[in-house]
């Protein structure tokens, strides 16, 4: 695999007196000017969790410029918040996403091709990309993997309150809509033996987005994490991006 080059940055949130740390992901041979990728990991995941690093490195190898960044309270901020007050502070690391759409736009314009600005998301990620990801009309492309469709059904050891408060603001539920365009949009996966979010999801949200059966990725086994899968996933995301270019 080609070397890969890094650049840390810091994404500030407006309104908030915070930056958010992230790292820019590319090779020697990316094009000055390219699509852009933002991979989000999933709920204590950070940019460098193994699952993260393994999408990072193949798209930018594939000539992206990949972006990753640290939620609140994850990777070099979780000395921020403590575990509980993270569930508290769970709408804005999903309304974080508006600013860092916003800081891609802005500020890496120069080699942003065509505004071709996707999101790549797992797991609680995947739900981020579902929600203000997908009514930000300036994301082109949305590839989410393993998603809750509604967090009413979560078990936590908290508060019913914030359960609630949580599963109105967060969950792709209250966000999605049916839309033929949606088909040159979204491609969706999951894994059939998933014990952390039930395989029925996928087909409640491939049904509330009325997508094509070849905008959804199902795979008999490989769990949360898409074991033996990985490959796989990533040859037909590209085929995906490709065809609907």
Not at 72 to 97: A, C, N, Q, V, W
């Amino acid at each position: 695999m080609i070397d890969i080059k890094i650049e840390n940055i810091e994404i500030p949130i407006k309104g908030d007196n915070l930056v958010l740390k992230g790292s820019i992901y590319y090779t020697t041979n990316t094009t000055s000017i390219a699509p852009w990728i933002v991979i989000l990991g999933g709920f204590l995941e950070h940019r460098e969790s193994k699952f993260v690093r393994f999408f990072i490195e193949r798209f930018a190898t594939e000539g992206y410029y990949v972006l990753s960044y640290d939620y609140r309270g994850h990777g070099e901020h979780t000395k921020d918040i403590d575990k509980f007050d993270l569930y508290k502070k769970t709408p804005k690391i999903f309304s974080d996403i508006y600013d860092i759409i916003s800081w891609v736009l802005e500020n890496q314009s120069y080699r942003l091709l065509d505004e071709n600005l996707i999101l790549f998301g797992r797991s609680y990620g995947g739900a981020i990309v579902l929600t203000y990801g997908y009514i930000d009309k300036r994301v082109k492309y949305i590839i989410a993997l393993c998603t809750r469709y509604d967090y009413l059904t979560v078990q936590l050891k908290i508060p019913y309150s914030i359960i609630k408060t949580m599963a109105k603001i967060i969950s792709p539920k209250n966000f999605l809509k049916r839309d033929p365009s949606n088909n040159k949009r979204i491609l969706i996966a999951h894994c059939k033996d998933d014990i952390r979010i039930p395989f029925e999801n996928v087909l409640q949200i491939k049904d509330h987005l009325g997508l094509n059966d070849d905008n959804v990725l199902i795979y008999e086994k490989g769990g949360h994490s898409f074991e033996g899968n990985k490959h796989h996933l990533f040859k037909r995301t590209i085929e995906f991006l490709n065809k609907t270019k």
